[in-house]
Nanobody
């Protein structure tokens, strides 16, 4: 089992910056991908950015050039630096990991979500 502990988020004015962090806790962690998804009211959950164990990253076109994702493999943490925030970035942000804790298969694990609100 994997527990994800999220921190960060909150309120910020348009153009401002926020950061999110997520720490994975568990035993025998073998984490492939770590990242962030978000869900705005009335919309589906979408990928924001993720980073794989080899350092390769994916991100949504809407955040490229504004958000930066990084990962500390030794500490099982992932960080999302968000700059030039826009009101449309307002959403609940969820930490996600794709991890194997049994040596048999990988599963998806989700954090409880943290609210990011960008004021216009």
């Amino acid at each position: 089992q994997v527990q994800l502990v999220e921190s960060g988020g909150g309120f910020v004015k348009s153009g401002g910056s926020l950061s999110l962090s997520c720490a994975a806790r568990g035993t025998s962690l073998n984490i492939n991908a770590m990242g962030w998804y978000r869900q705005a009211p009335g919309k589906e959950r979408e990928l924001v950015a993720r980073v794989f164990e080899n350092g390769i990253t994916n991100s949504a076109d809407s955040v490229k050039g504004r958000f930066t994702i990084s990962r500390d493999n030794a500490e099982y943490t992932v960080h999302l630096q968000m700059h030039s925030l826009k009101p449309e970035d307002t959403a609940v942000y969820y930490c996600h990991v794709y991890a194997d804790t049994t040596g048999r298969r990988f599963d998806d694990y989700w954090g409880q979500g943290t609210q990011v609100t960008v004021l216009s």
